[in-house]
């Protein structure tokens, strides 16, 4: 089909994956051929994650600001975690397809929410099926301005940190713990560290390459 046939998207919000690159990069070079032809800016919002700005994952010391020079950082760190890595290719291909990048960062979601898709975070629920399994909490080691054309920090500046509080992992699964053993639905409320992560992968049930990402960064 024509590229002039198809239905005319100038901007593209990217949430299917963090650690997969080519879901986003072909979506990136396609807005770059419609800017070759259509001569219209294109726009590619990419969605990453927290677990790539927190210590345990290698990310340095200290206040993180999504107004500090975070490209930087993080393309000295990329192959040391797979959302950096993802985060700078998404960035250095718009760039280089002239497409208008942004990557945004979501808070962890938890409650309920009431929108169309996903109503339930994709991080806590699995977390407290498993525990309930096996009768113990374990954990890991510890180590709008677009639309009406205005300039706004895009490429290796923008990044938008959407957060309203910190979350501690440890934190959370020790009060799991003690909430679970408080309804008599595990009988320990002491936790145990997961023996790796192909131990925590099989028991959540995800694949191995998701552990890191989703349960052990905050």
Sequence with gaps: ????????VSIVVHTASSIE????????TALG????????????????????????TGWPAGKTKDTGPIFDVEKQLAESFPIRKIDVAVIEHAEACGVTSFIVVPSTIYGKGTGAWNRMSVVFPPYVQTSISLQRVYK???NTKILRREA????????CFALANDLFSWELLDQLAVALKT???ITETETETWAGDEAAAKSLKVPVQFVQPLWNSG
Excluded: Q
């Design 33 to 56: 051929k419609r800017r070759e032809v259509t001569g219209e800016e294109t726009y590619f919002l990419h969605t990453s994650g927290l677990s790539a700005f927190y210590e345990r």
């Design 21 to 28: 690159p080519n879901l986003a990069l072909h979506l990136i």
């Design 152 to 159: 706004i920090l895009s490429g290796t500046e923008g990044y």
């Design 140 to 142: 890991f080691p510890e």
């Design 1 to 8: 089909m024509a590229l002039d046939n198809c239905f005319p």
């Design 183 to 185: 309804r008599g639905l």
